[in-house]
Each structure stands twice: as C-alpha cells, then as structure tokens.
C-alpha cells in the first residue's frame, strides 16, 4: 500500500501548499479556487446525482470508442504487419489521416452523423485507433524471424503460430499500445462532448465555463484525472 501512496505525496503537497497560500492572503482564489472549494463543489455535484450521471456517461462513451477503436486497430496492424504488400498498399493513407488533428473531424463527423452519441463514439474510436494500430503493426514487424522459422520447423499451422509465437511476442508492445490509445481516447471525448453535449464532464466544463464557475471546472478535470487513472490501472 505504501507504494502507490508515494504517487499522492506530490499532489496533496501542491493542494496543501494551494489552500494555505489563499488562507493567508497571499493569492485570492478567484481564477484557481483552493481544494476546499473544490471538494465543497465535488460534495454538491455528488449530493445531487449530477457527478455521477456525468461521470458515467462520459465513461460509456470512452468504453464504447475504446472498444472500436481497439478492435479495428488491432486487425489493421496485425494485417499490414504480417503482409508487406498491405503494408505498402494501406500504411501510407492511414500515416497521412494520423496526421489529421482531431478537432479537424468534428465538424465532418457532425454532419454525417449528427450530434447524437454515434458521431462522439466514432471520433474517439478514431482516437484510440492510431495508437493501437501503430503498436501492433510495429510489433508484428519486429518480432524476431528466428522465431518465426522456429515455428515453420516444427511444422506450426497458421493458427498456431500465431497462438504460440506471435501473440506472446507482441504482447508487451500491445499492451502500452492500449494504454496510449485509452489516453487518447479520454482526450478525444472532451472533443466529443464539445459537438452539443448535454450530458458528460466535457459537459460540466463547458457549463462551468459559462456560467464562470472555476471550482466546477477543476472539478470536472479532476474528475477525468481519476476516472483515466482506474481505467489506466
């Protein structure tokens, strides 16, 4: 337990050091509100249901895109990592709408799919994607061919070599793959949540931008900040 403890030792400095700073006069608080402020705002979000339904939305949202973006990145990498012929056929487009920011898709995303969730789900699978495509398709190349003739020696089907050889070689890879694209993925879903939200913290951010309310800002990135670090975890 004391291990991830010396993880929380930097921010609750930085909170105490923030909240005895405003008590003495030093800064007012206005702009950045001290934590007590904002752990007043978390108690009120959470007493009247709003952080829990905004939470969980936003969480749907990233599980849902995740998923997809997971799915179709790992069958693309693997592809064009196996066949040097897709390979050379497909990695050059998709190095190029990498390239895209994610901003940039909103606008068409809205006007294929509306404002609705399937337009927010689509832009964060398209975050997740990237990365997860990236990993796999790198690790697949990389693996070692020694191993791979190993496996030919033997006289491995393809399904088998794929279980017994492949999978295990890129596995450390693809999991750092994973966890790039879910920090992506909870990036991408404040873009999403911006294209007419009325549900979700990118919600509440919008909102307390509004209606300048700081303490419900921080709050709502604090709130992405827990929520990234359990799924991360």
């Known amino acids: 337990l004391l291990r991830p403890a010396l993880g929380l030792l930097v921010p609750l400095a930085l909170a105490v050091g923030w909240e005895l ?5 030093l800064a007012s608080g206005r702009l950045v509100p001290p934590p007590s402020v904002i752990f007043t705002t978390f108690a009120d979000l959470a007493a009247t249901g709003e952080l ?15 998923g997809s973006g ?10 064009t990592g196996y066949s040097a012929l897709s390979h050379r056929l497909l990695d050059p487009s ?29 832009l964060i699978a398209v975050g997740v994607f990237f990365p997860v495509y990236l990993g796999v398709m790198g690790a697949v190349r990389s693996v070692d061919r020694k191993i791979v003739e190993v496996g030919r020696v033997f006289r491995l089907s393809g399904a088998a070599m794929v ?27 404040v873009a999403a949540e911006f294209m007419g939200a009325s549900e979700g913290l990118g919600y509440l951010l919008i909102d307390g931008q509004q209606l300048g309310k700081p303490a419900e800002i921080v709050a709502a990135i604090l709130a992405f900040a827990v929520l990234g670090k359990l799924t991360d975890a």
């Open 94 to 122: 998709l190095q190029g709408l990498r390239a895209i920011p994610s901003i940039a898709w909103v606008p068409l995303f809205i006007l294929w799919f509306g404002i609705f969730e399937a337009s927010k789900i689509i």
């Open 163 to 189: 279980r017994r050889i492949l999978l295990p070689a890129i596995a450390p890879a693809y999991v750092i793959a994973l966890r790039s694209g879910l920090g992506l993925g909870w990036m991408f879903v």
């Open 70 to 79: 997971v799915i179709l990145g790992t069958l693309v990498g693997a592809i």
């Open 21 to 25: 700073a405003v008590r003495a006069g």
């Open 52 to 66: 829990q339904r905004h939470a969980t939305v936003t969480l749907l949202r990233v599980l849902a895109g995740f």
